[in-house]
């Protein structure tokens, strides 16, 4: 699980760094909230995953640990293309309000499954 981590973080990292280079360009700063979620919620958090993983858990292989991993990415995922519709005007707060409130409840989960993780892991 620790390689899948840290790909995906560095997956995110591009893509907020690419999204951060374009903003600056362009001098137009309405996906900052998307930009901060790429690097916190995909990158940061992601990356934090994969470290626990390598340097402390013994249960990387179990169910519980693939799941984890996907609620995680499938909920950020959502997130930042929820948010950066709405901060790019795409498409009506009130359609995506639900969505990114399903992918703030995901990520939350992945969270809480991680500590499961860290608890139940031998040598954390």
């Given at each position: 699980?620790?390689?899948?981590?840290?790909?995906?973080?560095?997956?995110?990292?591009?893509?907020?760094?690419?999204l951060?280079?374009?903003?600056?360009?362009?001098?137009?700063?309405?996906?900052?909230?998307?930009?901060?979620?790429?690097?916190?919620?995909?990158?940061?958090?992601?990356?934090?995953?994969?470290?626990?993983?390598?340097?402390?858990?013994?249960?990387?292989?179990?169910?519980?640990?693939?799941?984890?991993?996907?609620?995680h990415?499938?909920?950020?995922?959502?997130?930042?293309?929820?948010?950066?519709?709405?901060?790019?005007?795409?498409?009506?707060?009130?359609?995506?309000?639900?969505?990114?409130?399903?992918?703030?409840?995901l990520?939350?989960?992945?969270?809480?499954?991680?500590?499961?993780?860290?608890?139940?892991?031998?040598?954390?």
């Amino acid at each position: 699980m620790d390689k899948k981590f840290v790909t995906s973080s560095l997956g995110y990292a591009i893509l907020g760094m690419l999204l951060g280079i374009y903003m600056a360009a362009s001098h137009n700063h309405g996906q900052l909230v998307t930009h901060a979620h790429i690097m916190l919620a995909g990158f940061v958090v992601s990356f934090i995953y994969g470290l626990c993983h390598k340097l402390w858990l013994t249960n990387g292989d179990t169910s519980l640990a693939k799941v984890q991993f996907w609620i995680h990415q499938v909920g950020v995922l959502i997130m930042v293309v929820g948010l950066f519709l709405l901060y790019g005007q795409f498409i009506a707060m009130e359609v995506l309000d639900p969505i990114l409130a399903l992918s703030s409840i995901l990520v939350l989960v992945g969270m809480v499954l991680m500590k499961v993780l860290f608890i139940r892991s031998k040598s954390a």
